[in-house]
């Protein structure tokens, strides 16, 4: 007998016996199982199958896993499950998707002994209460119980036309529907929403309609689980302003360490591309300490993206971009104003750099012209808002050198840099080293000069010029051997400059 008025349906005898609480079931093969509660019970979905070379699919029905913990799987509520399509228990196998089913056996039945029915699936009973079960074997013998549903749904909407969408929920959309928190459908959750989106956006007056139903297959991923912000930046926002930055929040706080490739800016650029207005609440989230930091690079990536082919759409969308622009500086303003001790000292660093970055690059400008005077303005500039900037200091020596055409007035300014320059722009710390290693070089100091290129590559590794300066300095004392050494490692790092070209054709 079942109580229909409980909300899944459960049989009577099980929905009494779960209403005590969480009890533990001990096993000698398998560990123990914490058998949940009534309100603990989770509502999933299997899969079986497939059965045959030429099913190229799954077939699914809906559970209730009636296991909370266990001592050796984890989270496994599928290792005891009622089936409601085919109203009996039954264990399934998530390593090899297969499911055993008890048949004729009521709560009643079992409950005195849940062992044998949890050992099933492995088959390593020894009690003299061995029970009999069937595998299944394949789903025809329950008709109306399963689901078949397809593989890679999610190709085969990538390239889908808005005449072919209705086609494709016709055959696939209620299979898919009636399993929501599936771990195995999420791809199919995302190809189900991407046909709702192109349906709405090509049915104005059913907008609305369509919207909601992707609102509603989004939420279909299992908590915790989404990992589709990249493929749906465009869906989740075009559902509403608010879902797109519920999802970009649940992004940050998944806590990965590059958030801005892994659909981060994809959802930055959609938001801003679409609502006009949303700079505000961006600001808004930027003032919890940990996502502020994330949330800025996200931002410039978007920025990035638009203002180079990469996003042709938001590319077009000068206004957007202003916006992410205005955004960027907001946050940079708020993280440097905050109270010490809000932010990591590199990512400080980091915000002080970015501000001081485009003066330093006209800087550069103004210096390949010779413009000298412009080019100590903007020095000036950057090194008032950031003296310990690694960049503007090198940007600097250089300037000293070029300017007054003295290599030893070069490096001499380079070593004073170096004592003010911040520990966290290994780059900019690098380059001044191998400033100082180029005078000394002018100079015909090599040996010193050697000194010198060993510590800019000991501190950045991955920059070709350092270890291809070696390989010069190594031919010009005659150390054939190691100037081959450092060629063969400058190569590698990518450089193609005529000195390393020399040495590997002449040893």
């Not at 649940?250 to 959802?267: H, I, R, S, T, V």
């Not at 722009?425 to 000069?449: H, P, Q, S, V, W």
Request: aromatic share 10%; with cysteine; proline share 4%.
């Amino acid at each position: 007998m079942k109580d229909q008025s409980n909300k899944n349906n459960l049989p009577e005898d099980l929905v009494s016996d779960l209403k005590i609480g969480r009890r533990r079931i001990e096993t000698k093969s398998q560990g123990w199982f914490d058998l949940a509660s009534i309100e603990e019970v989770k509502i999933t979905s299997i899969q079986i199958g497939p059965f045959g070379s030429k099913e190229n699919g799954q077939y699914h029905t809906e559970a209730v896993g009636l296991v909370k913990d266990t001592e050796h799987y984890e989270i496994y509520p599928e290792a005891l499950i009622w089936l409601p399509r085919l109203e009996m228990y039954g264990a399934w196998d998530s390593s090899h998707d297969e499911l055993h089913v008890f048949p004729d056996k009521t709560w009643t039945d079992m409950k005195s002994n849940l062992i044998p029915y949890i050992e099933a699936q492995w088959g390593s009973y020894k009690g003299k209460d061995k029970i009999q079960h069937l595998i299944v074997k394949h789903p025809n013998k329950y008709p109306g119980a399963f689901d078949f549903i397809e593989y890679d749904l999610i190709n085969a909407v990538k390239n889908i036309s808005a005449s072919e969408c209705l086609i494709f929920l016709k055959k696939h959309e209620q299979a898919i529907l009636r399993h929501p928190g599936s771990i195995s459908l999420e791809s199919d959750y995302t190809a189900l929403a991407k046909v709702y989106y192109i349906l709405g956006i090509n049915n104005p007056n059913e907008e609305n309609e369509w919207r909601e139903k992707c609102r509603t297959i989004l939420n279909y991923h299992p908590k915790g689980r989404f990992y589709h912000e990249k493929e749906t930046a465009a869906i989740c926002s075009w559902i509403s302003a608010d879902f797109g930055i519920q999802i970009f929040q649940k992004l940050l706080d998944k806590g990965k360490k590059q958030p801005e490739y892994a659909g981060g800016a994809d959802l930055i650029s959609a938001l801003f591309n679409d609502h006009p207005k949303i700079d505000s609440q961006i600001v808004k989230l930027a003032e919890n300490p940990n996502y502020a930091p994330h949330l800025i690079r996200c931002l410039e990536t978007a920025e990035r993206w638009g203002l180079t082919l990469s996003n042709d759409e938001l590319r077009k969308n000068r206004k957007a971009l202003n916006s992410i622009a205005d955004v960027i500086l907001q946050i940079r303003n708020l993280i440097l104003s905050a109270p010490e001790g809000s932010y990591p000292a590199k990512e400080i660093h980091l915000v002080r750099s970015k501000n001081v970055a485009d003066r330093i690059s006209k800087g550069w400008e103004h210096l390949k012209k010779k413009e000298y005077s412009k080019t100590e303005e903007f020095v000036r500039s950057a090194l008032a808002d950031y003296p310990e900037d690694a960049q503007a200091l090198f940007l600097e020596a250089r300037l000293y050198w070029l300017s007054s055409g003295s290599a030893e007035t070069g490096m001499n300014r380079a070593r004073e840099n170096l004592l003010k320059a911040t520990r966290f722009d290994t780059a900019g710390i690098g380059k001044l080293y191998n400033m100082i290693g180029c005078a000394l070089d002018e100079l015909g100091r090599y040996e010193e000069a050697i000194q010198t290129f060993q510590q800019a590559a000991e501190i950045d590794h991955q920059e070709s010029i350092y270890p291809a300066n070696l390989a010069e300095m190594y031919w010009k004392i005659g150390d054939k051997q190691t100037a081959a050494k450092y060629a063969r490692k400058a190569k590698s790092l990518g450089s193609r400059l005529e000195i390393v070209e020399t040495i590997f054709r002449e040893t």
